[in-house]
Antibody
């Protein structure tokens, strides 16, 4: 059974950093597209970043230069390092696997506030 | 970057009605389009990928069509459990942009 369980969210001040983790079970992370998607309170879904099986990474313009996606193949886990956080980054962050995001985690809430 | 739009932004229909939601891409994306359902407080759920392929376990009342720039999600007979917001997403190449969503409720 495929499972994704995000963690690492919390309250952080503007300008701060957080690292989100998404350990996977039931499939091999390095063989799949792994996405991060976020949803601000009361808003729609916003794609954030993807890491391909070949290690290529891409980002939304809104996070480029501040966020970094990576994976640890030995832990079968994908990460999202978030630096220089802004109030506008407040959202539930989901990881999702597959080119068309067929499996999602339950999400982790990131709140950026002073 | 390619922009995704959806219409309507919300709709209200009766149980048993046929419901159609439209998604449009600002440039052609072939059939690299997925549809998601998100119930309140829940993670999104994949309904359809490759524009018209039903994800395993999804009821057959859901169907998708289209190619290029214009796509449609149809619910053939609306059920109470279909109350949700529906999103399209392109995945031909990054960024994998979502549409703004269509909120569906029961009249």
């Amino acid at each position: 059974e495929v499972q994704l369980v995000e963690s690492g969210g919390g309250l952080v001040q503007p300008g701060g950093s957080l690292r989100l983790s998404c350990p996977a079970s039931g499939f091999i992370v390095r063989n799949n597209y792994m996405n991060w998607v976020r949803q601000a309170p009361g808003k729609g879904l916003e794609w954030v970043s993807v890491i391909y099986s070949d290690g290529s990474t891409f980002y939304a313009d809104s996070v480029k230069g501040r966020f970094t996606i990576s994976r640890d193949n030995s832990k079968n886990t994908v990460f999202l390092q978030m630096n220089s956080l802004r109030v506008a980054d407040t959202a539930v962050y989901y990881c999702a696997t597959g080119r068309w995001s067929d499996f999602w985690g339950q999400g982790t809430l990131v709140t950026v506030s002073s | 970057d390619i922009q995704m739009t959806q219409s309507p932004s919300s709709l209200s229909a009766s149980v048993g009605d046929r419901v159609t939601i439209t998604c449009r891409a600002s440039q052609g994306i072939s059939n690299f389009l997925a549809w998601f359902q998100q119930r309140p407080g829940k993670a999104p759920k994949l309904l359809i990928y490759d524009a018209s392929t039903l994800q395993s376990g999804v009821p057959s009342r859901f169907s998708g069509s289209g190619s290029g720039t214009d796509f449609t999600l149809t619910i053939s007979s609306l059920q109470p459990e279909d109350v949700a917001t529906y999103y399209c997403q392109k995945y031909n190449r990054a960024p994998f942009t979502f549409g703004p969503g269509t909120k569906v409720d029961i009249k």
